[in-house]
């Protein structure tokens, strides 16, 4: 494997300019220092109860992700680049699903083949030829990022369903300028703050067409088992809005209420961190008990905005996302400006064959796995796992794509030996409007913390770090 | 707001309230305990203790004697008793967690911490009296800080309201329970009345409903088991006593009553008990029956809390 880029040195001993003020900091700093501020960080989470759940995990319930107290830093001008490149994808998703679930006119162009649609598990045909409200489906993207030099961004994932991670964005900003004020000072670092009011302005700009010009939003959580519960209740109070579980909700005659102390109240948006089997037990999985009996129908009857929409799975699927390129270009006539991972879709003779013949070099995927669960990394991978894998992708090769194994870029990270670069990604959070497209300017750094690891997910020991845009 | 978000307020400021609660009969009954028999007579002090938690039955289930030990480790720490302290702050961080949005960050803050000084420091018990003391220390301040949390920097509307109407409908059970195990040593008719025996029955009532001091600056007098009931159950100058409770339900409930413009059983039957304890006398209560007045108290207040989980909370 190729050696990875650094966002902060470069070969030779230079430092890249954002880095510059940073790099000085760290050298007047001593180690002790930022040891003791680390272990601070680690008790303000704990503190607040920023933690996660880890499925499969008897031992503990809660965890808290590991922050990583060096800040990873990126230029106004590389920002500028990403941020076009954001709206563009983004703009491609909601125009992509809009006519998978109408004219479908990409179909019948050939560019995506229909089975990879309609034979999808995600596919929701509850959703053909339904109205959305203002046409938006995917109000809440996260779009995972990697870098490989200093030219490119490539997509390694869209996250069109119920991207989580943006409370982690925000909390780890509010506990660096706590922790370190003096480095805040010596930066023009973009705020990230205005997230909540630029979400909840979102939501309420896609209420139904019916609805009153003060519309109620309420967050739909699976409850306080949900991994990602802490960030439903830090998001709902961050939106003033009222943080419900399906048994709140009630729907009588396709409108939906919330059950209050003071009778039923009227509901006009739904952001819903309920994936879309469990939103409603009548039309979707019947043994749900998080979701609201009849929501699917007042939602038909376009009494209710759920963002996300119901069934933006399509468009984030794995076996869709080598399309990618093509779904930019034939909805916006315009080239992508991120750049895909090269992709091998097992689905197809060819590509199968060569995966195969690579097994050792290469990542593979399941198409509808997320959480860097189920996957294959060829090259820190045991022959026997590789043999048994090579059974499962014959099994199943529509199950799977396959990608080159990338040379993530590094940032300085604290490790028990000191500073030392690991890897990461980024996760920005893409918002739409009934009128615009918004992205604050950051997201969530995901940091792989052993050596070498390329997996960044907090469930397989990766951390976290503020992310920095500076303002020049 | 949502019936859930009060049914969580309200239950997590019961549970916090408990568990001080049961820390306070802990250690009055320690006191007690640590008597020469002489002074206490023959009476299973801790087998009251059970009796005013009202877990004595569960308690047989798993144990045979009533003793220090056991008595300790099963109001304390049990897994097996739904209303052990443990129990109730674990039940109180999981209401907390599930109404993170209602509550100020201090309050989040006094509940987490204690979750987390519960499993840091007091997963296994406590071995010594003077671990024990702690422990009790701990759970006293909990609570202190978390009502003085919500004193200090609660919003006052519904969800206020709502959470100290737990406070008050828990207390209220707590010191009914006491006198109704305790009501004998405070009848005049007992043979003993007035020897040492009682003496320390008498300040350890009051002790655990931390109204010992209280008892001396409003009576200005020796212990006189009618001047303990008159305190515990009508004078409202003291926060414990079944008419300050009342008085504070009242007042609750009708401050919600007038935020929602809408009154109904629950400010009824509140204000019904609320006036019974306004024109009672012990003289009355005395003749009446101090056993049966209480009995028919602690009915009447659980039935509130029906009468206000059906009104509001579900």
Not at chain 1, 77 to 98: C, D, I, P, S
Not at chain 1, 132 to 145: E, M
Not at chain 1, 299 to 308: R, S, V
Request: charged share 25%; net charge negative.
């Amino acid at each position: 494997m190729a050696v990875a880029f650094d966002e902060m040195n470069i070969p030779g001993g230079d430092l890249r300019p954002a880095y510059q003020e940073l790099a000085r900091w760290l050298e007047e700093t001593p180690p002790e220092a930022l040891e003791y501020r680390r272990q601070e960080a680690e008790l303000l989470f704990r503190r607040i109860g920023i933690t996660f759940a880890v499925y499969g995990d008897s031992e503990s319930t809660e965890r808290l992700i590991p922050f990583d107290v060096i800040p990873r830093i990126m230029s106004g001008k590389e920002w500028a680049l990403l941020e076009k490149g954001l709206k563009q994808r983004v703009r491609a998703l909601n125009m992509f699903l809009r006519d998978i679930y109408h004219g479908r006119d990409i179909l019948r162009a050939e560019i995506v083949p229909d089975d990879l649609i309609f034979q999808n598990p995600v596919f929701r045909p509850e959703m053909n030829g339904q109205q959305v409200p203002h046409d938006v489906y995917v109000h809440i993207a996260g779009i995972d990022i990697v870098r490989v030099d200093a030219e490119d961004f490539i997509v390694l994932e869209d996250n069109a369903r119920t991207p989580s991670g943006v409370s982690y964005m925000l909390e780890n900003r509010e506990i660096m300028m706590r922790l370190f004020p003096d480095l805040f000072a010596r930066h023009k670092v973009a705020p990230v703050e205005r997230y909540p009011d630029e979400l909840l302005a979102a939501l309420r700009s896609v209420a139904p067409h019916g609805a009153s010009s003060e519309p109620t939003v309420a967050l739909l959580t699976p409850g306080v088992y949900n991994s990602a519960y802490y960030e439903h209740s830090f998001l709902a109070d961050k939106l003033g809005i009222e943080l419900v579980e399906g048994r709140d909700l009630i729907v009588k005659n396709n409108e939906v209420f919330m059950r209050t102390t003071e009778g039923m109240k009227r509901v006009d948006v739904i952001y819903r961190r309920v994936d879309d089997d469990f939103l409603d037990p009548l039309t979707f999985r019947p043994d749900s008990v998080l979701g609201v009996p009849g929501l699917m129908s007042a939602y038909a009857a376009g009494n209710i905005t759920l963002a996300n929409a119901v069934g933006t799975g399509i468009a984030d699927d794995k076996a869709i996302y080598s399309y990618m390129p093509d779904i930019v270009k034939f909805y916006l006539g315009e080239e992508p400006i991120l750049k895909n991972v090269p992709t091998w879709r097992c689905r197809e003779p060819k590509d199968l064959a060569y995966v195969l013949d690579n097994l050792s070099d290469l990542v593979v995927k399941e198409v509808h796995g997320s959480g860097g669960y189920g996957m294959l990394i060829g090259p820190a991978a045991t022959k026997a796992t590789i043999e048994a894998f090579r059974e499962k992708l014959k099994r199943e090769p529509e199950g799977f794509i396959a990608q080159p194994t990338l040379a993530l870029s590094t940032c300085p990270t604290c490790t028990a030996s000191g500073l030392a670069p690991r890897h990461v990604d980024l996760r920005p959070f893409v918002l739409t409007g009934s009128k615009s497209t918004t992205i604050v300017p950051g997201g969530l750094t995901r940091v792989a913390l052993k050596e070498g690891s390329l997996v960044v997910n907090s469930s397989q020991g990766g951390g976290t770090k503020d992310t920095w845009i500076l303002d020049e | 707001m949502l019936s859930r978000t009060a049914e969580n307020l309200y239950w997590l400021a019961r549970y916090v309230e408990r568990a001080e609660y049961l820390a306070r009969t802990i250690d009055a009954t320690l006191r007690v305990t640590a008597l020469p028999a002489a002074y206490v007579g023959k009476t299973n002090e801790w087998d009251s203790a059970l009796l005013t938690a009202g877990v004595a039955a569960s308690f047989y289930q798993t144990y045979e004697e009533a003793n220090e030990h056991n008595v300790v480790d099963f109001l304390s720490f049990s897994a097996d008793n739904p209303s052990s302290i443990r129990n109730c702050i674990e039940a109180a961080r999981l209401n907390s967690r599930s109404v993170r949005t209602a509550l100020t960050s201090e309050m989040w803050d006094t509940i987490n911490s204690a979750w987390i000084e519960l499993q840091a420091v007091w997963s296994k018990g406590t071995s010594t009296r003077e671990d024990l003391a702690k422990f009790l220390r701990f759970v006293q301040e909990t609570s202190l800080r978390f009502d003085g949390s919500a004193y200090r920097t609660m919003l006052r509307n519904d969800a206020y309201w709502f959470s100290r109407m737990g406070v008050h409908l828990e207390r209220a059970d707590n010191t009914a329970r006491i006198l109704d195990v305790k009501y004998h040593v405070l009848l005049p008719e007992e043979e003993q009345v007035g020897g040492p025996l009682d003496f320390y029955q008498w300040s350890s009532i009051l002790r655990s409903v931390s109204a010992l001091t209280a008892y001396h600056w409003v009576y200005r007098e020796t212990l006189k088991p009618w001047l303990i009931a008159d305190l515990l159950i009508l004078n409202d100058t003291l926060p414990r006593s079944l008419a300050s409770c009342y008085g504070n339900l009242v007042r609750n409930l009708d401050q919600i009553g007038v935020a929602y413009g809408r009154q109904g059983p629950a400010q009824r039957h509140a204000r019904g008990i609320r006036n019974r304890l306004e024109h009672s006398n012990m003289n009355d209560i005395f003749q009446h029956g101090v056993h049966e007045f209480i009995q028919e108290f602690i009915a009447d207040n659980s039935r509130l809390g029906e009468i206000i989980t059906r009104q509001y909370l579900i």
